[in-house]
């Protein structure tokens, strides 16, 4: 006979859920991919990082990274427009924390429309760019298990 881990007799089904549970902790399944979402928003890479992706994340955070740092070094912070570039500050919104500092240090007075020169449409296109970049990342996390790092072995071998 097959038992069943929803047979409530002598606590099988609650021993069954405990050791699935414990099962998931060890391994590293418990970690929440929506939280893992919400920090590669935030910073990208860190939804990687989060979910034990070590490598993957730094390779994100770097690629999306230089890619926005490159937009502001060709047009400077006043890219970042929302009144005049709402489409553009929709897609630079997606790098997170990055656009949201870039977009409360620059100087109000100054608008896109008095900076002179092409660098300002390149800048917004390289910004842009690293948003929707980091769009696929977070889509890419949110479809990604945990992974649990090798854990070390604090044993004290005796000899």
């Known amino acids: 006979m097959v038992k069943s881990p929803l047979v409530f007799n002598q606590g099988g089904f609650v021993q069954a859920q405990v050791e699935n549970f414990m099962a998931k902790k060890g391994s590293g ?72 500092i870039s977009l409360l240090i620059q100087d109000p007075t100054t608008t896109i429309n008095e900076i002179y020169g092409r660098g300002v449409d390149l800048g917004q296109v390289y910004a842009g760019v690293a948003g929707l970049l980091n769009l696929l990342c977070i889509l890419d996390v949110l479809n990604r298990k945990p992974q649990s790092l090798p854990k070390q072995n604090n044993a004290v071998e005796k000899g």
Not at 49 to 77: C, E, K, P
Not at 93 to 99: A, F, K
Request: charged share 10%; aromatic share 12%; hydrophobic share 50%.
């Open 29 to 100: 399944q418990s970690k929440n991919t929506y939280l893992a979402g919400l920090l590669a928003w935030l910073v990208p890479g860190a939804g990687h990082w989060y979910l034990g992706q070590r490598n993957r994340g730094g390779v994100i955070f770097a690629a999306i990274g230089i890619t926005f740092l490159l937009g502001i070094m060709l047009s400077g912070l006043e890219m970042i427009d929302p009144q005049n570039a709402k489409a553009w500050f929709c897609a630079q919104l997606l790098c997170g924390t990055p656009t949201l």
